[in-house]
């Protein structure tokens, strides 16, 4: 969009779509920006599918989890939720009401959850915050262990996007070890996982990976029609 067109979509137009992902290890098989190549993905079909603008995704996330992992990169959180918040205060001065923020990476869930408090309380802005893996309908195309992170249901995804960015004899298969439940405490990938993949990766496909982005492509249509009713 030129500024010219952006004045006109903000004129007719309160909501805009985020995609927010983070650039991690995602097991030997799938590239390190899987998580921001499956937002962005799912945030330029839903702009297609619905009309509204989507963003540029923001690629870097909170990862520090997985840095035994070459390439990761991680962002602190005071920094990360700066960032973000910039990019509302700058959405909120162009009529902007309501944005979908498509976030690709859980470890981003807590600072988007403060955010969205902050900028609903400072910036008169909704913020809603989608997580695609969180579908429920996913269980019927996956085992368990196959929705934990670069498992099949993942490696499905980008080889459906981009067959020729996974590697299908990288794929494995890994029990991840059991942290004991009661508690809450900041543990490292590796530590439950030498490979980082948790769970089984060897039954990914294409096919699947197509099922899912449609699954979650229909359910953000109608959710969409949803947030447009949404008053406040
Ligand atoms: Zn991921």
């Not at 690629?59 to 602190?76: E, K, L, N, Q, R």
């Not at 670069?150 to 067959?163: G, K, M, Q, R």
């Not at 299908?168 to 298969?173: I, Q, R, T, Y």
């Amino acid at each position: 969009m030129s500024w010219k067109e952006a004045e006109e979509y903000f004129s007719n137009h309160d909501l805009v779509i985020l995609p927010i992902g983070s650039n991690e290890q995602h097991g030997p098989q799938n590239p390190l920006g899987t998580d921001f190549i499956i937002a962005e993905a799912i945030a330029e079909e839903l702009s297609k599918r619905t009309g509204f603008a989507s963003l540029r995704c923001v690629p870097y996330g909170v990862s520090f989890h997985h840095m035994h992992f070459p390439g990761t990169i991680a962002i602190d959180e005071v920094v990360f939720m700066n960032y973000i918040y910039e990019i509302l205060k700058s959405l909120s001065k162009w009529n902007v009401k309501k944005v979908l923020i498509i976030n690709g990476h859980g470890g981003n869930l807590s600072s988007l959850q403060i955010l969205a408090r902050k900028a609903r309380e400072e910036l008169n802005l909704l913020v809603f915050i989608f997580q695609w893996w969180a579908l429920k309908s996913l269980e019927n195309y996956f085992r368990k262990d196959e929705l934990g992170h670069a498992a099949a249901v993942e490696t499905s995804f980008i080889a459906y996007l981009h067959p020729e960015w996974v590697s299908k004899k990288e794929a494995v298969n890994e029990v991840p070890k059991e942290k004991v439940k009661e508690l809450t405490w900041f543990t490292y990938t590796k530590e439950a996982t030498e490979s980082g993949v948790f769970g089984v990766s060897k039954t990914f496909s294409e096919e699947k990976g197509k099922k899912v982005f449609e699954e979650v492509l229909d359910y953000l249509v109608k959710l969409v029609e949803k947030i447009e009713k949404e008053k406040f």
